[in-house]
């Protein structure tokens, strides 16, 4: 029997005397596909740092344990020491230089070179001076776009792409590289819609048919059970269960992860006798949105709902957040409370009462290297006045304040952290959430725009996450603009659902319309009743976001 692609024996670390990994085991044979699942804190993302040499293990004490890979044994000293041994990985938070096109993405510190006169000329010693091969180049990057279904032109400059295309480059990078022995794939469908989704876990199937170790980390049970061999369960920086596939269910996984019995859901009502008015008014509404664009909106959002906004990737569902709050040029009619917004001026948007949790929260929605309560209470000091003491060119920040509401923040959503003062960078994904949610309370909006809420949120807090929304909705009256590529979260907690398509609303549906009316929407169709044919099921749930394909995270109640 050939030896297992990774060992890790007794793996501890501590950072300044908080032990967050507590003698972790764990074995990925050759070919198969061994999920690691665990909320956030549980000790993943540290685990995976030791893996790949990353500095702030080093720079923090190192670690204890062994690693093996392929049966020899070693010490990553850096990230390149690691690709060395033949580990791949793509990261949750994308690992791409912006100003590069997506073939010098997925070749970066691999591209092919030819000889050219100057090289010719120095014979062995002229080896650096080779010219780029853009032909080869352009051939292996396509050919690794194509090996995980994605149509995007290889001369693509990255910056500006959708992060769900981002993620498929990233992954077409892992791909292309020939000694790949082990890939770990974190949260790599987080960003993804249903299809997508469907098709990179067909990927990650043929990878591992070719001998290829992989290592799945993901919050999305349905496919830790749709493609793990084996389940590997970390709670509180333990190993808490191992599980193979024919042993494995949902909740048991989920018991594992958590450590206790699921809440029941306990929603507040909404309140009785309102009079809505409109909240947010557009018309013609065009974003000129990389990847996302869209192509002339027309929508009325009632106050105090909550309406999802629905979509596949690159279809413009993101596109019009970033559009009304400017981040994209944008043209139309937006008004909210009757009183147009000013495109293109995103402070000023912000001074109307309007706030926005980005779906890419590492660019747009934080200041990685300040502290937890500079970004919860920054963005209101800047634009309300709020925390501060004194006025005028006098006004200094109010630290007491700052940190005494940081820390009620810190409790009511429970950011697992060391305290108030630590820099976000350092926090995981899921938590780095939080943050992004607790500032766009902290400015107690009248309109919140959200997107991808419980993007990288494990499955013990998004049920927290979604009755944090509902709770500020029903309390504040606050109106919402929910954008998910997850359909049953919609169905969930949302009034109507907005279905995007082409860069236009398709149709708009109550949350309980049937499947096949969502389906047919999706593909840019009229739903079924509607003025449109009727399309056989099956044909319809390839296409589906979320519950309208069965994905029902425990967490999401039923």
């Known amino acids: 029997?050939?030896?297992?692609?990774?060992?890790?024996?007794?793996?501890?670390?501590?950072?300044?005397?908080?032990?967050?990994?507590?003698?972790?085991?764990?074995?990925?044979?050759?070919?198969?596909?061994?999920?690691?699942?665990?909320?956030?804190?549980?000790?993943?993302?540290?685990?995976?740092?030791?893996?790949?040499?990353?500095?702030?293990?080093?720079?923090?004490?190192?670690?204890?344990?062994?690693?093996?890979?392929?049966?020899?044994?070693v010490v990553p000293a850096t990230p390149s020491d690691a690709m060395a041994h033949g580990v791949g990985m793509v990261h949750q938070e994308f690992m791409l230089l912006p100003g590069f096109t997506v073939a010098e993405n997925i070749k970066l510190a691999r591209e092919p070179s030819k000889p050219n006169v100057a090289s010719r000329v120095l014979g062995p010693w002229g080896r650096g001076l080779?010219?780029?091969?853009?032909?080869?180049?352009?051939?292996?990057?396509?050919?690794?776009?194509?090996?995980?279904?994605?149509?995007?032109?290889?001369?693509?400059?990255?910056?500006?792409?959708?992060?769900?295309?981002?993620?498929?480059?990233?992954i077409a990078r892992e791909v292309d590289k020939e000694n790949a022995r082990l890939l770990v794939f974190d949260e790599p469908t987080a960003v993804l819609t249903e299809s997508e989704a469907e098709e990179l876990l067909a990927t990650m199937k043929a990878l591992a048919g070719q001998g290829i170790a992989i290592l799945f980390i993901t919050h999305r049970l349905d496919e830790v059970l749709a493609v793990a061999d084996r389940i590997t369960v970390l709670r509180d920086g333990a190993v808490a269960g191992r599980v193979d596939r024919a042993d494995a269910t949902v909740e048991k996984i989920a018991e594992l992860m958590i450590g206790r019995a699921l809440p029941e859901r306990n929603l507040p009502p909404r309140p009785e006798g309102r009079t809505p008015g409109v909240a947010l008014h557009l018309q013609n509404l065009v974003v000129e949105m990389p990847g996302e664009e869209v192509r002339g909106v027309d929508l009325d959002v009632q106050e105090g709902e909550i309406l999802g906004v629905a979509g596949l990737a690159g279809q413009g569902k993101l596109g019009i957040a970033n559009g009304v709050l400017g981040l994209f040029p944008a043209t139309g009619t937006v008004e909210t409370s009757g009183s147009p917004l000013p495109l293109g001026d995103t402070l000023g948007?912000?001074?109307?009462?309007?706030?926005?949790?980005?779906?890419?929260?590492?660019?747009?929605?934080?200041?990685?290297?300040?502290?937890?309560?500079?970004?919860?209470?920054?963005?209101?000091?800047?634009?309300?006045?709020?925390?501060l003491k004194g006025s005028g060119p006098f006004a200094l920040l109010d630290k007491s304040a700052i940190r005494a509401h940081a820390e009620r923040m810190i409790e009511e959503f429970d950011i697992r952290c060391q305290g108030p003062t630590q820099a976000v960078r350092r926090l995981s994904g899921g938590n780095q959430q939080k943050v992004c949610l607790a500032r766009a309370f902290t400015l107690e909006p009248s309109l919140l725009f959200v997107s991808e809420p419980t993007r990288g949120v494990d499955v013990g807090a998004k049920d927290r996450v979604l009755q944090l929304l509902v709770q500020v909705n029903r309390e504040r009256g606050t109106t919402i603009v929910l954008t998910s590529s997850e359909l049953a979260e919609l169905r969930q907690v949302s009034d109507r659902i907005a279905v995007v398509s082409e860069g236009r609303i398709q149709g708009i549906l109550p949350p309980d319309a049937p499947d096949v009316e969502f389906g047919l929407l999706f593909a840019g169709g009229t739903a079924a009743g509607r003025g449109g044919d009727a399309v056989p099921q099956d044909s319809v749930s390839a296409r589906l976001d979320g519950d309208a394909v069965g994905r029902r995270d425990p967490g999401e109640g039923s």
Request: net charge negative; no cysteine.
């Open 130 to 170: 080779e010219s780029l091969d853009l032909k080869r180049m352009k051939q292996e990057s396509r050919a690794a776009l194509d090996r995980i279904g994605m149509s995007l032109d290889e001369w693509r400059p990255v910056a500006g792409l959708p992060v769900g295309h981002m993620q498929f480059v990233e």
């Open 1 to 73: 029997m050939s030896n297992p692609a990774l060992v890790l024996r007794g793996i501890r670390k501590s950072y300044y005397g908080n032990v967050v990994l507590q003698g972790v085991d764990l074995e990925v044979r050759a070919g198969e596909i061994h999920a690691l699942v665990g909320e956030n804190g549980a000790g993943k993302s540290t685990l995976m740092n030791i893996l790949f040499g990353m500095p702030v293990i080093h720079e923090t004490g190192g670690f204890e344990g062994t690693i093996e890979l392929g049966g020899t044994p």
């Open 349 to 387: 948007v912000l001074k109307r009462s309007v706030a926005f949790v980005s779906e890419d929260r590492r660019q747009v929605g934080l200041l990685l290297d300040e502290s937890i309560e500079t970004n919860i209470a920054g963005t209101a000091a800047h634009v309300q006045g709020r925390f």
